[in-house]
């Protein structure tokens, strides 16, 4: 099945998620498209972590996106349940200015609490919009991939060299290129090509056309 969105958003609550679910994907389809990049916190509240904003802007320019295509949301990590509100009305608000035809975000199957309230949100921000989900590996259980995209080889270690920027989470398991590597390469098997990233659906509109 061919597709494609004119706009398409992508959504992710922390520094990493967009790239982890979706980097293949983004540097196949960059310039191909308009894309969008939202991340909904900073994550700069934690002293650990200051380095992190820097570093998302570096593994999207890995990827191809610009950094005017990179937008940081103004909501505390760990507490997206307490601003569901503010979440759908941010959300509102891009889908006026953005108007995408297609969005990323995460699976529902995700059990991290920012995750799954700005899921959440989206669908209802979204209504009328494909939707698919993304799985990030260290909070994803019970992912199963339903709907698949065949991605290249160049796509595959435009990826890895993207989280490679992430000098903050070097030594995070779901940081190894052998892991990364190897979801594709599942993934792929699944569709019958060498490489693949996998979405589950949470909502598709589409239009049969001969």
């Given amino acids: 099945m061919n597709f494609f969105g004119k706009r398409i ?3 992710g609550a922390h520094p990493d998620d967009i790239e982890l679910g979706c980097g293949a994907l983004i540097h196949q389809i960059v310039k191909k498209t308009e894309i969008l990049c939202v991340t909904l916190s900073d994550n700069q509240k934690n002293p650990d972590l200051k380095n992190v904003k820097s570093e998302h802007l570096k593994s999207m320019k890995t990827l191809g996106v610009p950094d005017d295509k990179v937008v940081f949301g ?67 259980y019970g992912f199963f991939p339903h709907f698949l995209v065949e991605v290249s080889e160049e796509d595959v270690q435009k990826k890895i060299e993207a989280l490679s920027q992430y000098e903050t989470y070097r030594d995070k398991y779901y940081f190894n290129s052998e892991l990364t590597r190897s979801i594709m390469v599942r993934h792929g098997a699944l569709a019958e090509v060498p490489f693949a990233e996998g979405f589950d659906i949470l909502r598709i509109v589409g239009r049969f056309e001969k």
Avoid: C, N
Avoid at 85 to 105: C, H, K, S
């Fill in 74 to 140: 103004p909501f505390t990590t760990r507490v997206f349940p307490d601003a569901r509100q503010e979440i759908l009305e941010y959300f509102l608000g891009l889908r006026r200015a953005f108007q995408p035809d297609l969005i990323f975000v995460h699976s529902k199957q995700d059990v991290h609490q920012d995750h799954l309230t700005m899921t959440d949100e989206a669908l209802r921000a979204f209504r009328g919009i494909t939707v698919l989900g993304f799985d990030v590996v260290r909070s994803s």
């Fill in 9 to 11: 958003l992508f959504l």
